[in-house]
């Protein structure tokens, strides 16, 4: 059985990792950790909750822990993280495991003043976390130097890519020096993700923690059929019958999550929304009290999710079906974390049943159908020989897809006027995800910097 100690880690990082509990090294562990303590640049397809952190964070403090560079510190590690939870959390992570260890890390990210995060970088430090904004625009003012950086390690890549931050990654690249190590993680490996590896990782080795190994094993999944108007009053029977103190219920929007907020607070459950639109104040507090237990649900966005890494899940919701189905993955992953068991929920509507069908075939599995809640609606059960990602249409849609094609075959061409082109940076049929509100555009610096 391959333990910590057999890969090679030393006595002061043993210490640390026993005293957080980990006991047997999870598959990324055991794949990265060696490599990068032989100074190998690593691509990996790891999600949260795999133990990725770890499989990062442990070889750069053992390498960074060999020798300390004369003078006054300064940045030799730089993990770069889309999101401000998931950076505090990766921060969190590096003082658990370098508590024996002579080493200072910070993390900066927007939404907050940068006073605080200006003197600590001024004191010296020799890992820095940061969002690329943040560490952008202190870039830009002098106060931080990332010239003679040994370690990049750039997290959820693809979310990087999807939240608009590929010309701020490209903007660190030209500035970090020419020789450090790389590593990329990626819940995802799409093209733009493999190109983006491939301009600046070198003699890299892949490893890959595919989705499908990790989330099902110990995850129980149920789909429940029904119509949009009662999942509200399903969602409140299960949390209460089922006495839920710790879980997580996904929408795919911000205006959803504080909707849905609202009216679980008149149902006398208390439960706190976290996304892009929250301030840093407002989301910092909705997960310490998630964590603390104080807030029994927290309902969320996936622009927002990343950073949600929290022991003791037992229950988690998909409210609305994500219309990618790797999100799926990932969303269920937020439970069964650290060898417990948990319970995923998905709720099907009828304008839903092509995305689940894209999901079961993704994870390869037929999700069982719960058809016993009060509120079972058969109309929402996919057709036979759905295509994934396909709604169906019900007659009413139908009837105004109808009227709008007669309507258009009975007026007379003309060309648009510039008053009805779109507008710069609208889309033509933009999914109904928080990917594009919650800082694509113009709002995403101030939202996830």
């Known amino acids: 059985m391959t333990t910590f100690e057999s890969l090679g880690l030393s006595k002061e990082l043993l ?28 691509l990996g397809v790891a999600q949260t909750g795999t133990g990725k952190t770890a499989a990062f964070a442990l070889p750069v403090l053992q390498i960074m822990s060999r020798s300390r560079p004369q003078g006054k510190r300064h940045i030799r590690a730089l993990i770069l993280s889309p999101t401000r939870e998931l950076a505090a959390q990766i921060d969190e992570r590096f003082s658990a495991y370098s508590e024996h260890i002579d080493i200072r890390h910070k993390v900066i990210f927007g939404g907050v003043s940068q006073n605080p995060q200006v003197k600590a970088l001024e004191k010296g430090l020799d890992i820095l976390v940061a969002t690329p904004g943040r560490l952008l625009d202190l870039i830009n003012q002098g106060h931080v130097d990332i010239s003679r950086v040994e370690f990049f390690v ?40 493999a190109d983006l590896a491939g301009s600046f990782l070198n003699n890299s080795i892949m490893i890959d923690v595919s989705p499908e190994e990790i989330t099902v094993d110990r995850i129980e999944q149920k789909i429940m059929f029904i119509r949009s108007v009662d999942k509200r009053r399903l969602l409140v029977k299960i949390i209460k019958d089922e006495n839920v103190k710790r879980g997580i219920v996904f929408t795919r929007t911000k205006h959803g999550a504080n909707r849905l907020v609202k009216q679980l607070d008149q149902s006398k459950i208390n439960a706190a929304a976290i996304h892009g639109n929250k301030s840093q104040g407002a989301r910092t507090k909705a997960l310490a009290g998630f964590k603390k237990g104080d807030i029994p649900i927290l309902v969320a966005t996936d622009i927002a999710s990343r950073g949600i890494d929290v022991e003791g899940i037992t229950h988690v919701f998909n409210y609305e079906l994500p219309n990618e189905p790797e999100v799926y993955v990932h969303r269920i992953g937020r439970t069964a974390r650290a060898g417990r068991s948990g319970i995923a929920y998905g709720f099907c509507d009828n304008s839903e049943s092509g995305y689940l069908v894209g999901i079961q075939q993704l994870i390869d599995y037929e999700i069982p159908v719960d058809a016993k809640h009060e509120f079972h609606f058969a109309a929402a059960i996919p057709k036979p020989g759905q295509k994934p990602g396909k709604m169906k249409e019900n007659k009413s849609s139908k009837k105004k897809q109808n009227n709008q094609k007669n309507s258009r075959n009975n007026t007379t061409s003309k060309p648009r006027s510039d008053s009805n082109r779109p507008k710069r940076g609208d889309s033509g049929g933009g999914r109904s995800n928080d990917r594009r509100s919650s800082g694509q555009n113009s709002s995403r610096g101030s939202n996830n910097r």
């Open 15 to 42: 210490r640390a990792v026993e005293s957080e509990g980990y006991t047997t090294p999870t598959p990324v562990q055991v794949q990265s950790i060696p490599p990068l303590l032989e100074g190998r640049d690593v």
């Open 154 to 193: 750039l997290d959820e890549a693809d979310r990087m890519l999807d939240m608009g931050f590929i010309r701020d990654i490209k903007k660190v690249l030209n500035i970090l020096p020419n020789r450090r190590q790389n590593l990329l993680f990626s819940a995802t490996m799409p093209a733009s993700i």
